[in-house]
């Protein structure tokens, strides 16, 4: 009997030290499910803050159901129930920490497999996070982009249309200017007819007055062809100096505005440079001027022929230093009422009220007063356009129109480069003479000087008689030569 006690109690420690002889093997260890479904606050804290009632109650439940286990497997193998045993007697103190302790490591398993899932899952999530930012951040790009590329677009276009308008401004003036660029092949303007003048004086004077109105009719023409689509608010000048064939030629070419003036007034000023004696543009210009008047009609026509003399650089002087010009030129001067223009007059915005149109043209042969040997010929072309302009805010002015076309007949004896400057920055020079005086007549408000107009009468001569030649008292040294 004893011994058949002995063999039950070493079955029971066998049974009882069967699960930790491979311990740390999770599949070998036979856990019930009271002990997988232990509470895990009691399970979270270390094995040393745990108290000696909770420990032992906790082992005495898990020997109680292990010997329980264990006396039914006896029971049914020798036909009996098998006897309960002390629960103090089923494990040891070095069992029941090993069992803790197995317990303890298969908490720690399953919160490490816990903690790695949450781990996984908050990296999953930062992943997700990462990417819509990066898809935000993408989308923030592209809108910079987008905005960066709608600047340069803008901009492309402003520097297309900018561009564009140069291109028209420089069609416009290439269609300006070629016809200016054209006289250096045809050597003449529209301006320009041929004119020959005989003795006879009545005969003269009939030629000059049949010629008057379709000169001036072209002039106006010409004149606005030329500067057509020009700002008149904004000074515009062209000038152009070639030589051709032992003549030198000069182009002056600009538009203007003369603010604070009556067309009048303007005019008066241009006049005197044809029908006064002694002018001051001329003045300004440093030229010793003498007119010999031969036929004219009030605010109708001026024929005369000037004389002047242009003083030469030092280091140009030859024998003389002065050189002796001489021009006969007839002066029209004409106003063309409002009603009378049409749209080919290039009238620009501000423009309103009569056109004055004054020019003068030279003349080829004059049987009764032929050009002298010895001076330099200057042949002068030029046509002059007056109208009121009223700007912004109610300013009154003049817009004035100028084209002229000198033509100076140098020869071999007068073709030194200081020569030509001096007679070319003459003609230059003569449009900002012109404003001079202008301003100065402004400025002073004085009386208009006398013109010949209103001092000298010019006879008809005699058919029969044929009239000596004018002794012309001229102011310049050596004009006679």
Not at 318 to 333: D, H, I, K, M, T
């Amino acid at each position: 009997m004893e011994h058949r006690e002995e063999l039950d109690e070493f079955a029971m420690n066998a049974e009882l030290g069967g699960p930790f002889d491979d311990f740390g093997c999770a599949e070998d260890m036979p856990l019930s499910d009271e002990v997988l479904d232990l509470p895990d606050l009691e399970l979270l804290l270390p094995s040393d803050d745990l108290g000696d009632e909770l420990l032992d109650s906790l082992l005495s439940d898990a020997a109680s159901e292990l010997n329980n286990d264990t006396a039914k497997e006896s029971g049914e193998e020798g036909g009996r129930p098998a006897e309960p045993e002390d629960e103090s007697s089923v494990l040891t103190p070095e069992e029941q920490e090993l069992e803790l302790v197995a317990r303890e490591v298969k908490y720690l398993e399953a919160q490490r497999d816990f903690l790695q899932f949450r781990a996984d899952a908050t990296a999953n999530g930062s992943q997700c996070e990462g990417k819509e930012s990066e898809r935000d951040g993408e989308v923030e790009e592209e809108k910079n982009k987008l905005e960066r590329a709608t600047r340069q677009q803008n901009m492309l276009v402003d520097t297309i249309n900018l561009h564009k308008q140069s291109m028209e401004d420089v069609h416009r003036l290439m269609i300006q200017a070629s016809p200016l660029m054209h006289y250096r092949m045809t050597l003449m303007t529209p301006m320009e007819s041929f004119i020959r003048l005989g003795k006879d004086p009545a005969e003269r004077r009939s030629k000059l007055l049949e010629m008057r109105d379709e000169k001036l009719d072209t002039v106006r023409r010409f004149v606005a062809a030329q500067t057509r689509g020009i700002d008149p608010t904004r000074e515009f000048f062209y000038v152009d100096t070639f030589e051709r064939f032992g003549k030198f030629y000069t182009v002056d070419f600009s538009v203007s505005l003369v603010n604070n003036m009556t067309v009048d007034e303007v005019a008066e000023v241009i006049q005197d440079q044809f029908v006064v004696p002694r002018d001051g543009v001329s003045r300004l210009l440093g030229c010793v001027t003498n007119r010999t008047y031969y036929d004219g009609m009030v605010d109708t026509f001026l024929h005369a022929r000037t004389v002047e003399r242009v003083d030469l650089p030092e280091r140009s002087c030859v024998g003389r230093s002065f050189l002796v010009q001489e021009s006969n030129a007839v002066f029209y001067l004409k106003r063309f009422a409002a009603s009378e223009l049409d749209g080919s007059d290039g009238e620009q915005p501000g423009e309103q009220g009569d056109l004055t149109v004054m020019m003068s043209d030279f003349v080829d042969v004059d049987e009764l007063h032929p050009y002298h040997g010895n001076r330099v010929r200057k042949d002068i072309s030029v046509g002059i356009t007056l109208r009121r302009h009223v700007g912004p805010g109610g300013a009154e002015g003049v817009v004035m129109r100028r084209f002229s076309f000198v033509k100076h007949h140098l020869g071999r004896r007068t073709t030194r480069p200081e020569v030509v400057n001096t007679i070319s920055t003459r003609v230059l020079l003569w449009g900002q003479a012109v404003r001079l005086c202008i301003a100065e007549r402004r400025r002073q408000k004085r009386d208009a000087p006398k013109r010949i107009w209103n001092t000298h009468t010019f006879p008809r001569r005699a058919p029969s008689v044929t009239p000596s030649s004018p002794q012309s008292r001229t102011a310049c040294a050596g004009a006679d030569q």
